[in-house]
């Protein structure tokens, strides 16, 4: 009995609890107010949503609290935030941001206003194209502490500070990205905000920065935010009379000129201090060095002057330090950076250097991970500890262009990002360890052979991406040790003295995307393995002394193939014609022989679908957060100017080689075409009137060849051509006449006896009138000899020289990562392919 209603007793406790868990478990989940849920349903009815992120947001769903994105009070079920943000995904290769997935249309925000409790909205890195703000929100939610509508990068937002400027509990503001040029008084309306603590008005087109405004009055401002904007001003008074609270000032990539203030601000809390890439100048002044909080000061890419300034010597929190690309001078000593202890990265540009050896205050920095002096005018000495200390904890070094003289034969790199480019390095090719996977030795002296370099086996896999070492004294041949090396995205040996073939191990390559063996003495046959290399897209092997016939070593990706002045010889095979991604192909100078193939419209790259179509870089894979990417240039010879050429350029050379018989109808469909140089051949007949249909030409040389017939009326349709040469050809009859035919100078058409008319001075038959004509005629011939020799001094000079210049850039995929990128890496280099 006992046991039995102690039993009881304790089944009762326990349905009890059960209930009453039941009670306290339902009520955890929170349940949204009505009224806000409507609001939250107007609010989507704009919108429109790719990716479904917004697809539980319905009648049906009943808890709003549990859509995506939304938050509620725990207590009384109010939405208090808003989280829409959209996930940055970039395509390809991370080049461009990808917003396909992110949410469009019209955002309303008059209805979000309904929601009262509302603190925090995120609907940042979306594409809405406008924005609604009127409406009768009497009621208006005024408790926004946060909004985030950045990088909606087309948002028309008009007079959208106007509404802003009523939340007056904002902290947090950032609109960076979204254009605002119309917002004439956007600093008087942000000054409104008595509670804004961070404004980030980033890339917002703003070119009003009230350079002569003496006070702003901001009272709890900490972060001001105004890079990549369009101030073109003197520096404004008022950033310098900024609260005592200011933590950050960015002011970087504008236009702004005039000097820094000659005494201190009120910055005791400044942290950072961030002005590079404007036009200011004067000295950097004294006050500088009592920021005490200052982690980090960015003045390089300016005009300012003078020495560096002990006084920064006493920034002992400094770990960002940038005064590179200024004209500072006078001597870098060890008072400069006396206390600095806690350096992470810094960057300077030594050109007055007057020791050549490296203040022994760096030596001192423990958390250095970036080293960048470039640009000193006295030879650097580096002694061993230098390496060492760079090995043990230097991520990112650049000491480019610091005539630096040491044998490097014995140094191991073990540095994520190596830049020694135009220095006097010796010996030979550096060690690398697995960590690295930049590495930049071009325009040196590094002698021997590479193969102690490329052979070099290490136990863990090698992340080398990029190696240039291009214009060095190289020599030997290129091992076959490819396959340690399967990282590899960028190959540059160019002009250097390499010989003997192209090792079979380099189809192990197979990311490689751009190879570069320009200017060596390499020989024999290219391997077909090659072909391995699938996602090649450079290829230039020009300048050397390869034979054998062109044959399908390279992949169907390949956009540019240049293999110029060699010995190849055979018919140019058909297997060219799979190129289907092809926009250079340059065979010029060899020993090719036959026909141009039929198939050559199967080279689907060179067709144009629209006047401005697709752009021609080839983009390298991120390294953390740079990209690199070739931007391909022609350079156009006129008349011996050189002049850069950067619109996407489609190019076909086959100049001197023995290639014969007519041109097949089909080169005709290449109607991207903007150079075609065919000359110093033996092609016969004549042009087809079809050459019409190369719209696009702007360069055209079919000199030197057996052509004849007349020259066809239909080419005075190439309205773009700025290049023309038929000489030394046998055309005959009548320049059509009334065109811009006439405009080219008799040069163009000279050494073709049987043609006549303007601009050449021989009369034709059926125009024979003219009275003076025997002297015409003497002019004629003076001017035949001796146009004609200068004609052939400058040959191939004539037209675009094919050898294209491929700069390679960092991009950064926007202006964020820009900021916390270095700038040494911005300034890259170039080169030729
Ligand atoms: C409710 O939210 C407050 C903070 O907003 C939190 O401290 C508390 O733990 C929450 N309560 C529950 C039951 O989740
Ligand atoms: C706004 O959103 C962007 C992208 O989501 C983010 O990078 C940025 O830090 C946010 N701004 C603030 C002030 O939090
Ligand atoms: C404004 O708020 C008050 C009290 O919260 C409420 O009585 C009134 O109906 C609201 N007005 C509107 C237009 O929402
Ligand atoms: C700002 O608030 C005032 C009064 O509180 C109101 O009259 C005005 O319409 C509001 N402005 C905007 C743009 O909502
Ligand atoms: C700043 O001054 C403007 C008038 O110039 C005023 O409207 C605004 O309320 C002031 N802001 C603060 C935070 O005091
Ligand atoms: C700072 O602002 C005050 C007004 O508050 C003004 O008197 C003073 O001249 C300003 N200082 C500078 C350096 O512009
Ligand atoms: C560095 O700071 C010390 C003490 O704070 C001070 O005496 C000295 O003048 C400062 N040096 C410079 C160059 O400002
Ligand atoms: C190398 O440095 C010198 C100054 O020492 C400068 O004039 C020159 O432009 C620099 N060259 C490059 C390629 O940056
Ligand atoms: C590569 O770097 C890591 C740390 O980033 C380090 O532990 C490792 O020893 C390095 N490898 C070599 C071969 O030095
Ligand atoms: C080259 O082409 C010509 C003409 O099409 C042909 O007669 C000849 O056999 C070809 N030669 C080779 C080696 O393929
Ligand atoms: C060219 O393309 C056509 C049709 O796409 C195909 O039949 C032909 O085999 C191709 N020719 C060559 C040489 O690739
Ligand atoms: C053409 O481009 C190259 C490489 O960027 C550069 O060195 C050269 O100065 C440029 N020439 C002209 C005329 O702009």
Redesign the pocket.
């Known amino acids: 009995m006992a046991t039995s209603s102690f039993f009881q007793y304790h089944i009762q406790i326990f349905l009890l609890s059960l209930l009453l868990c039941k009670i306290m478990c339902t009520s955890k989940i929170i349940q949204c107010d009505d009224k806000d849920k409507s609001t939250l349903l107007k609010f989507k009815y704009g919108i429109t949503d790719p990716s479904g992120v917004l697809s539980l947001w319905s009648i049906k769903e009943t808890n709003c609290c549990q859509w995506k994105g939304v938050h509620c009070d725990n207590i009384t079920g109010r939405v208090t935030k808003l989280n829409l943000?959209?996930?940055?995904i970039y395509s390809d290769y991370g080049h461009n941001l990808d917003k396909s997935q992110c949410l469009t249309g019209e955002l309303d925000m008059s209805c979000l206003f309904d929601l009262e409790f509302l603190s925090y909205l995120?609907l940042?890195?979306n594409d809405f194209n406008t924005i609604q703000y009127h409406g009768q929100c009497k009621n208006s939610s005024n408790n926004i502490y946060?909004l985030?509508?950045?990088?909606n990068d087309n948002l028309q937002a008009d007079n959208i500070l106007h509404w802003i400027s009523n939340l007056s509990f904002l902290h947090?503001?950032?609109l960076?990205g979204i254009n605002l040029q119309k917002e004439t008084n956007w600093l008087q309306l942000v000054t409104m905000l008595p509670s804004l603590s961070?404004l980030?008005l980033e890339d917002c087109r703003l070119q009003n920065i009230y350079p002569s405004l003496q006070y702003a009055n901001f009272t709890a401002l900490k972060?001001l935010d105004l890079s990549y904007n369009e101030f073109v001003s003197e520096l404004p008074s008022w950033v310098f009379n900024l609260s005592s609270s200011i933590s950050i000032v960015e002011l970087s990539n504008n236009f702004i000129h005039g000097q820094l203030p000659q005494t201190l601000p009120h910055f005791q809390s400044l942290e950072t201090l961030s002005l590079y890439n404007n036009d200011l100048n004067g000295l950097i002044p004294n006050w500088v060095g009592q920021l005490e909080q200052l982690k980090r000061l960015d003045l390089s890419d300016n005009s300012f002057s003078g020495s560096i300034s002990t006084s920064l010597g006493n920034l002992s929190s400094l770990t960002y330090l940038n005064l590179a690309f200024n004209g500072l001078t006078g001597i870098v000593s060890e008072q400069n950076f006396l206390s600095l202890s806690k350096l992470n990265h810094l960057v300077l540009e030594l050109t007055y250097l007057t020791s050549n050896k490296l203040p022994s205050w760096i030596y001192t920095q423990n958390s250095l991970t970036l080293l960048a002096i470039v640009n000193s005018r006295i030879p650097l000495e580096l002694p061993n500890k230098f390496w060492k200390f760079v090995s043990d904890q230097v991520e990112y070094l650049d000491l480019s262009n610091n005539s630096i003289n040491v044998d490097m034969s014995n140094v191991l790199l073990n540095s994520k990002v190596v830049v020694l480019g135009e220095n006097n390095l010796r010996g030979g090719v550096p060690q690398v360890s697995p960590n690295v996977t930049l590495l930049r030795l071009a325009n040196n002296f590094l002698s021997g052979s590479i193969s102690s370099f490329l052979c070099h086996k290490t136990k863990e896999k090698n992340n080398l991406k990029y190696v240039d070492i291009s214009h060095n004294l190289l020599s030997g041949e290129i091992s076959d040790c490819w396959m340690y090396w399967r990282s590899l995205l960028y190959v540059n040996l160019e002009s250097n003295n390499l010989v003997g073939k192209i090792p079979h191990s380099m189809s192990s390559l197979s990311n490689l995307i751009a190879l570069n063996l320009y200017n060596n003495m390499l020989s024999g046959e290219v391997p077909l393995s090659l072909k391995n290399c699938k996602k090649l897209r450079l290829l230039n092997l020009g300048e050397n002394e390869f034979s054998g016939a062109i044959s399908n070593w390279v992949g169907e990706s390949v956009i540019g193939l240049k293999l110029r002045s060699n010995q190849f010889s055979g018919n140019i095979s058909t297997t060219i014609c799979q190129l289907h991604s092809l926009k250079i192909l340059d065979l010029s100078n060899n020993r090719l022989s036959g026909p141009i193939p039929s198939c050559v419209r199967n080279m689907t790259g060179m067709i144009s679908k629209n006047e401005s179509f697709d752009s021609f870089d080839v983009t390298i894979p991120t390294i953390d957060h740079v990209n690199f990417e070739f931007n391909i240039n022609l350079m156009l010879l006129i008349k011996g100017i050189k002049l850069n050429y950067t619109h996407s350029i489609l190019v076909i050379d086959l100049s001197c080689n023995n290639l014969s018989e007519t041109l097949p109808s089909e080169l005709f469909m290449l109607t991207g075409l903007k150079s075609l140089n065919l000359s110093h051949n033996q092609f016969v007949g004549k042009i087809p009137q079809d050459i019409s249909k190369l719209i696009q030409l702007e360069s055209l040389d079919l000199s030197s060849n057996l052509f004849s017939g007349q020259i066809p009326e239909s080419m005075s349709a190439l309205s773009f051509l700025e290049v023309l040469n038929l000489s030394c050809n046998n055309f005959e009859g009548k320049i059509p006449s009334g065109t811009q035919l006439q405009g080219f100078t008799n040069l163009s058409y000279m050494g073709n006896p049987k043609l006549c008319g303007p601009p050449l001075t021989k009369i034709c038959p059926q125009d024979e009138k003219l009275p003076n004509e025997k002297q015409m005629k003497e002019d004629d011939d003076d001017n035949d000899n001796s146009q004609v020799r200068s004609w052939f001094y400058m040959g191939l000079g004539i037209g675009f020289a094919t050898s294209f210049w491929a700069v390679l850039i960092a991009v950064f995929f926007n202006r964020?990562f820009r900021n916390f990128y270095f700038k040494c890496l911005d300034r890259l280099y170039d080169m030729v392919i």
């Open positions: 943000h959209c996930p940055e995120d940042s890195n946060y985030n509508l950045s990088d947090y503001l950032d960076s961070e980030y972060v964020r």
